[in-house]
């Protein structure tokens, strides 16, 4: 299954370009560990991602890529959350919830996922702006690496976006990550259970790897 990614400028400064990229239904079917997200993401390596200009993939499985920005005014409303440096990696990890939920605020009307609804049953496809787990893990993953980029986080790094599930053992599923540097341990970093806006789930990736739910959690 090929799935055509199709760039559109939300701001007239922006050229946009057509990009083919493959995320095959191999991948979601195979044995490989990888999320389709870690593809998406080396598609868009040749185009710096910046609070000045980034990427926000929507429309299942990045069908859509939006480029858009952030004025000095909005960025320094995500840096406000890490103003007085967290005492402790725990203490980071809500801020960093916090704040992507700011950065999906104030992206959604840029980019048409306001509405955007919590998880993406079938049922959603038609829905103008809805994303998957593989746009949101795609997206989170951006966000965190732009904040990692401008020094906000102490405690963490950015770890490439997880994926569980091969239909057979459960239904594929994706998420961005952090790592703690102290304890090399990975956490999930997954805004797709909640609507737009909403601060994402941060869990030990281990028990996101065996099925965790916020309904379970």
Same mark, same amino acid.
């Given at each position: 299954?090929?799935?055509?990614?199709?760039?559109?400028?939300?701001?007239?400064?922006?050229?946009?370009?057509?990009?083919?990229?493959?995320?095959?239904?191999?991948?979601?079917?195979?044995?490989?560990?990888?999320?389709?997200?870690?593809?998406?993401?080396?598609?868009?390596?040749?185009?710096?991602?910046?609070?000045?200009?980034?990427?926000?993939?929507?429309?299942?499985?990045? @069908?859509?890529?939006? !480029?858009?920005?952030?004025?000095?005014? +909005?960025? =320094? #409303?995500?840096?406000?959350?890490? &103003?007085?440096?967290?005492?402790?990696?725990?203490?980071?990890?809500?801020?960093?919830?916090?704040?992507?939920?700011?950065?999906?605020?104030?992206?959604?009307?840029?980019?048409?996922?306001?509405?955007?609804?919590?998880?993406?049953?079938?049922?959603?496809?038609?829905?103008?702006?809805?994303?998957?787990?593989?746009?949101?893990?795609?997206?989170?993953?951006?966000?965190?690496?732009?904040?990692? @980029?401008?020094?906000? !986080?102490?405690?963490?790094?950015?770890? +490439?976006? =997880? #994926?569980?599930?091969?239909?057979? &053992?459960?239904?594929?599923?994706?998420?961005?990550?952090?790592?703690?540097?102290?304890?090399?341990?990975?956490?999930?970093?997954?805004?797709?259970?909640?609507?737009?806006?909403?601060?994402?789930?941060?869990?030990?990736?281990?028990?996101?790897?065996?099925?965790?739910?916020?309904?379970?959690?």
């Amino acid at each position: 299954m090929r799935c055509k990614m199709k760039i559109i400028p939300n701001n007239k400064k922006y050229q946009g370009r057509s990009v083919a990229v493959v995320v095959g239904l191999a991948l979601l079917l195979s044995g490989c560990s990888g999320s389709p997200a870690q593809d998406l993401l080396k598609a868009v390596e040749d185009q710096p991602q910046s609070p000045d200009r980034f990427s926000v993939c929507k429309g299942y499985g990045c @069908d859509e890529l939006v !480029l858009t920005s952030f004025s000095s005014r +909005e960025w =320094a #409303r995500i840096e406000m959350f890490f &103003d007085d440096p967290a005492p402790d990696a725990a203490s980071e990890r809500l801020r960093i919830a916090e704040a992507v939920g700011e950065v999906e605020r104030l992206v959604g009307p840029k980019t048409g996922t306001d509405r955007d609804a919590p998880g993406a049953a079938i049922i959603n496809f038609s829905r103008h702006g809805q994303m998957d787990c593989i746009d949101e893990a795609f997206n989170t993953t951006l966000y965190l690496r732009m904040m990692a @980029d401008a020094g906000l !986080l102490r405690w963490h790094d950015v770890g +490439e976006p =997880a #994926r569980r599930g091969y239909v057979v &053992d459960g239904w594929p599923h994706n998420t961005a990550t952090v790592i703690d540097r102290d304890t090399g341990r990975g956490w999930a970093v997954d805004s797709w259970f909640h609507g737009n806006g909403v601060p994402p789930e941060i869990v030990p990736l281990k028990a996101w790897l065996d099925g965790w739910t916020p309904e379970e959690g």
